[in-house]
Every structure is written in structure tokens, then in C-alpha cells.
């Protein structure tokens, strides 16, 4: 089946929160112990009474199928905030198809630097595109600490995958 990759939309709430709650359930099973993937992804439902943050993102949604199986987003500042995509898409292509856009829409901004804090998951990819780790942390959130990687990519000095 072919992936494709557009815009989110307000319509993929839901299937972006299922597409997150299987990544960080599933994906991560190997990397974080069952409390902390309970705190980080509690439901695979979105939380009615909080605001759709991927409106005010750049956000891109990867389809194969005619499903959701991905998503990848940039805020204003150049933070690089969510990427996931399903435990069956890793190493199919999806996260660098959604990668594509997201990096071209930095460029476009005139964005110098991207910023991001990464999962163990996630440093490989990142490290392969030319994103380097500024420091580890072990971050507290939700009452559990996560092992992350502050990583940031320059893009003033020529092109990056």
C-alpha cells in the first residue's frame, strides 16, 4: 500500500491520539517501564477539554491505507514537538517521509536551528538526519523520570537530510 503524507486537519484529532498512544504503549515498551508508559500515554483517546495544540503547529499526517499510521510536528519557535508513528511503520519509511515536509517548512521560515527533546527511540533517526545531542537528561514529567536527549540541528550551514 502507498504512503502519502498531507496536512493535519482538525478531523485527525483522534486517530493522531491512537497513532500516539500505540507508539508510546507499544513502541516504547522496550525502552520504558509499564508505569511510565501509563503516565506518558494514558489514553488512546484525545482529552476533549484540552485544546488541539497540532492547530497551532505546522503538523503533517502520513496515510497508508487509508489510515493514519503517522504524524510529525513543528511549532513557531522551530521545536520539533511530535513524532510518531505506528509500531508496524518503524523502519517502513514513514517517519522520513514525514520528516520531508517538516524540514522544508523550517528552511522556508528561515529557521537557523531546530530544537527537540528526543526518546531513546527517536536519537537514531534524528542522529542519521544530522541532529546532534546537546545534553541527556532524565526528565521528570507526569511523577516518573524519562531518559531524553536534548538535540538541536543547524541549518545555517548547508543542506541536512
Known amino acids: ?25 507499544e513502541g516504547s515498551a522496550h525502552i520504558y ?3 511510565q508508559l501509563a503516565a506518558w500515554a494514558p489514553s488512546p483517546l484525545p482529552d476533549p477539554g484540552e485544546p488541539d495544540r497540532m492547530l497551532d503547529q505546522w503538523c503533517w499526517v502520513a ?6 499510521v503517522g504524524f510529525m510536528s ?3 519557535s522551530g521545536y520539533l514537538d511530535m513524532a510518531f508513528v505506528l509500531p508496524e511503520e518503524m523502519g517502513q519509511g514513514t517517519a522520513a517521509a514525514l520528516y520531508t515536509p517538516l524540514l522544508a517548512k523550517a528552511r522556508a521560515m528561515g529557521f537557523a536551528r531546530l530544537t527537540v527533546i528526543a526518546s531513546p527511540l ?21 511523577g516518573q523520570i524519562y531518559a531524553v536527549f536534548h538535540m538541536s540541528l543547524d541549518l545555517s550551514d548547508g543542506p541536512a537530510r
Do not use: I, Q
Open 122 to 142: 527517536a536519537r537514531p533517526f534524528l542522529a542519521k538526519r544530522g541532529w546532534v545531542v546537546d545534553r541527556p537528561e532524565d526528565m521528570p514529567a507526569d
Open 1 to 25: 500500500m502507498t504512503l502519502s503524507v498531507r496536512d493535519y486537519v482538525k478531523d485527525d484529532r483522534a486517530a493522531c491520539a491512537m497513532v500516539f498512544y500505540r507508539a508510546v504503549r
Open 63 to 68: 496515510e497508508r491505507g487509508g489510515g493514519v
Open 33 to 35: 517501564n509499564a508505569v
Open 74 to 76: 513543528l511549532d513557531h
